[in-house]
């Protein structure tokens, strides 16, 4: 009780004065006093520091809507960048199988590099028994190759050159060897080879299966389709069979990649209007919002 009541042990170093039994107030009063006196210095400094803290969101307010504004330009740039440019974010791939299919030269267990995933497992496999059967007897080896695109020549001719001449260096080591070559996004192939080969083809299939069997069926995206039937064909003029022909070359269907003039301006407007409302969108209504903010205050 006497530690409850007692002024010097609850505030020891202010009311060392107030101890003495003349001046000091009666203890049941003493706590009471105490507590009042305290609160008013903080009361004091809220209210003094109030009027100072209301000004700081006014004060920083443009800078953060400007801050957000770059963020958000910032972004809209990266997004239109990656959508309106795919061609840079697969140009390295098709450029690394392109390299890797002349590096790693010929397949050693089967007659078909499917670089660009087109062909099925069935379509390999009867590939696989068609031609190793020809090359047992004919002693003529055949390989197909599909890519999806072309970077590094201008066409499939100057591709398949490229691989006969990589994978078989020498005219001994080539000289009855074919290259079959297929480019899905072109929708084109070619068909080279050795002098063997070539001679054992004949100039009439090598130019019916370029022009008939490899573009046409690659247009109708029948690919499997493309590199059976050219194996068969190829396969017939070998053995010395008929012609067993290609598909019929269906009128206007084979499209053109590049768009036309009118398409491209067409393009260009919509693309051009769709990016001045969002640059507006991102000035406009930060600065409308801010305003508008300003005014209520």
């Known amino acids: 009780m006497e530690t409850i009541l007692s002024s010097q042990s609850?505030?020891?170093?202010?009311?060392?004065?107030?101890?003495?039994?003349?001046?000091?107030?009666?203890?049941?009063?003493?706590p009471r006093s105490n507590f009042v006196f305290l609160p008013k210095p903080i009361t004091s400094n809220l209210i003094k520091k109030q009027p100072f803290q209301s000004l700081k969101p006014s004060f920083a307010l443009p800078t953060n809507w400007f801050s957000y504004a770059q963020q958000g330009l910032a972004a809209l740039a990266l997004s239109l960048a990656l959508n309106f440019s795919p061609v840079l974010l697969s140009s390295g791939t098709a450029l690394a199988s392109e390299f890797d299919i002349l590096n790693d030269g010929p397949p050693k267990e089967s007659y078909v590099v499917d670089d660009a995933g087109v062909l099925s497992r069935v379509t390999k496999s009867d590939l696989k028994r068609l031609l190793s059967d020809l090359e047992s007897r004919k002693n003529i080896h055949i390989n197909f190759i599909t890519v999806r695109k072309l970077t590094s020549k201008a066409d499939a001719f100057e591709y398949a050159d490229?691989?006969?001449?990589?994978?078989?260096?020498?005219?001994?080591?080539?000289?009855?060897?074919?290259?079959?070559?297929?480019?899905?996004?072109?929708?084109?192939?070619?068909?080279?080879?050795?002098?063997?080969?070539?001679?054992?083809?004949?100039?009439?299939?090598?130019?019916?299966?370029?022009?008939?069997?490899?573009?046409?069926?690659?247009?109708?995206?029948?690919?499997?389709?493309?590199?059976?039937?050219?194996?068969?064909?190829?396969?017939?003029?070998?053995?010395?069979?008929?012609?067993?022909?290609?598909?019929?070359?269906?009128?206007?269907?084979r499209e053109s990649n590049f768009k036309s003039k009118e398409e491209t301006d067409e393009k260009r407007g919509q693309f051009t209007l769709v990016v001045g409302g969002l640059l507006v969108i991102a000035f406009v209504v930060p600065m409308a919002q801010y305003y508008a903010y300003v005014s209520k205050k």
């Open 10 to 30: 609850l505030f020891p170093l202010s009311n060392h004065k107030a101890s003495s039994p003349t001046t000091s107030p009666s203890p049941s009063l003493q």
């Open 162 to 253: 490229q691989v006969l001449e990589r994978w078989y260096p020498t005219i001994e080591d080539g000289n009855d060897k074919g290259i079959v070559v297929l480019v899905t996004s072109q929708k084109e192939g070619a068909v080279t080879g050795g002098p063997a080969f070539v001679q054992a083809v004949g100039d009439t299939i090598l130019d019916a299966t370029v022009s008939e069997n490899l573009p046409v069926l690659a247009t109708e995206e029948k690919y499997n389709e493309a590199i059976y039937s050219s194996a068969k064909r190829l396969v017939a003029a070998i053995d010395g069979l008929p012609d067993p022909g290609g598909p019929q070359v269906k009128e206007n269907k």
